[in-house]
């Protein structure tokens, strides 16, 4: 985690506070040598990005607070051109005029939740943002009956051969992991193929493996006052192709629930 110094000379220092409409509401109290550095931001949290290349996942989460909106830009682009797909954009508000940002990064499946991850709302930066982490499944009018589409989520997930799955009643929240893309009509010939094969020992099946999660998912349903939401949420993984799946397949499923009465 770091706070980077801003700027790339006292110069560029002094021109940031001389654009300023109004004076700060508090003096800066940084030395130069806590302000400035070579290269700015940008160079200082590259150093940083460069250095978790070879760390990677033996820290979870690397993070930087940033003083200039168009450096996020140049730091994303640099994630994504070393392949990182988990990262976080979001900004800080202070008072009525101040703004900072932060950039996140991790190797690890785990993400973030949406508000987090994509937390920056000026639309000019939409593109910086990391892809959408949460998708809507299925919106009810109010006053329409919840516990048949609870019902029915309950009853669709837990016909998957899912590494596991948990409803929660209380929050309406169930969380499920996968080994694969288990509801795709691939998988299910790639599993009738393996039946009429002959089946493996019983000492084989003993010490096999555990299976490797690649995608975590929550679902979720909210009631409000105008309108009742189903929205999945992807929580683990990388492979941004199999949570697409998963949305596609999970959407079809609703859809009867919301042309039903």
């Known amino acids: ?139 009810l009018p109010p006053g329409r009956e919840v516990s048949p589409l609870v019902n029915h989520i309950t009853e669709v997930a837990g016909s998957l051969e899912l590494i596991s799955w948990n409803w929660e009643a209380g929050t309406a929240k169930g969380v499920g992991r996968a080994s694969e893309n288990v509801w795709s009509r691939a998988w299910r010939r790639k599993k009738l193929r393996e039946a009429q094969q002959e089946q493996p020992a019983a000492e084989e099946k003993e010490t096999a493996k555990p299976e490797e999660c690649r995608i975590g998912f929550a679902i979720r349903v909210e009631v409000g006052k105008e309108e009742t939401v189903a929205s999945v949420h992807w929580i683990e993984g990388h492979d941004q192709g199999i949570f697409e799946s998963l949305c596609g397949f999970l959407q079809g499923k609703l859809q009867g629930i919301k042309n039903s009465k």
């Open 1 to 139: 985690m770091m706070n980077p110094p801003f700027y790339s000379s006292e110069d560029e220092m002094l021109s940031s506070a001389q654009r300023k409409e109004r004076p700060p509401h508090s003096a800066c109290t940084g030395a130069p040598v806590e302000m400035v550095c070579e290269g700015g931001e940008v160079a200082y949290i590259g150093r940083m990005l460069e250095e978790s290349l070879v760390l990677r996942d033996r820290v979870q989460w690397y993070t930087a607070m940033v003083g200039k909106a168009s450096s996020i830009d140049t730091l994303v682009t640099q994630l994504r051109s070393n392949n990182i797909d988990n990262f976080a954009v979001t900004e800080f508000v202070q008072g009525n005029k101040t703004r900072r940002w932060a950039l996140g990064w991790s190797f690890g499946p785990m993400r973030p939740s949406e508000g987090i991850a994509r937390g920056i709302k000026a639309t000019p930066w939409r593109h910086a943002l990391p892809l959408p982490l949460r998708v809507v499944l299925l919106t």
